[in-house]
Nanobody, 117 residues
């Protein structure tokens, strides 16, 4: 079956760094655009970043641009998000999302990132 499993979340201090991973299985990972989406407590889902199927194009929300870096390793069927200069407002559950037009839209169960002193 299709699976997306996020990991790497945890508690970090403001200004700290974290790297999230999302390991995919059960579908052709290299054919899918990958997104990171987050949800803070009591807030709606927020798109964070995206990367094209081959990794050649990356996009970021204004709130994270310059601090976060998305990447992927198609050989390992893994998506990454490097989070630097973390702020308390980055606290959220981070989800990976695989998208292919008229083909698939898959979600992981999320990993918690908490930024606090």
């Amino acid at each position: 079956e299709v699976q997306l499993v996020e990991s790497g979340g945890g508690l970090v201090q403001p200004g700290g760094s974290l790297r999230l991973s999302c390991v995919a299985s059960g579908f052709d990972f290299s054919d899918y655009k990958m997104l990171w989406i987050r949800q803070a407590p009591g807030k709606p889902l927020e798109w964070v970043s995206g990367v094209s199927s081959r990794g050649g194009t990356t996009t970021y929300a204004d709130s994270v641009k310059g601090r976060f870096t998305i990447s992927r390793d198609n050989g390992k069927s893994t998506l990454y998000l490097q989070l630097n200069s973390l702020k308390p407002e980055d606290t959220a559950v981070y989800y990976c999302n695989a998208v292919r037009w008229l083909r698939g839209n898959f979600w992981g169960q999320g990993t918690q990132v908490t930024v606090s002193s």
